[in-house]
């Protein structure tokens, strides 16, 4: 395995796409035992969908914040959120794992 410090990388980690917060901790969690550098997680609010022709996220707040402390709790350094979600979400997750 490639030490990243040396590319001089600052923070690795994964933005968007389509994978859950829950399922990303534990793709993200080996990396997070081993990393020599801050690790990021920034997923959407669910998988996306058209409604009225319209890109939707169902995720609510609370369950996006439950899969985000699945990240945190892996070792996941900083975390925000990506397509979906909006202060609500963010809200949910400070309130959950905020001061930890």
Known sequence: MMPLLPLGIDAFGHNCG??????????????A??????????????????????TVYDMEPADFAAGMEALYRAGINILGGCCGTNS???????????GQ
């Open 18 to 31: 389509e994978i859950s917060a829950a399922d990303l901790a534990v793709l993200m969690a080996p990396l």
């Open 33 to 54: 035992k081993r990393a020599e550098i801050p690790l990021l997680a920034i997923p959407n609010a669910g998988l996306p969908r058209i409604k009225n022709n319209a």
């Open 88 to 98: 609500l979400h963010i809200a949910a997750l400070n309130q959950r794992i905020g």
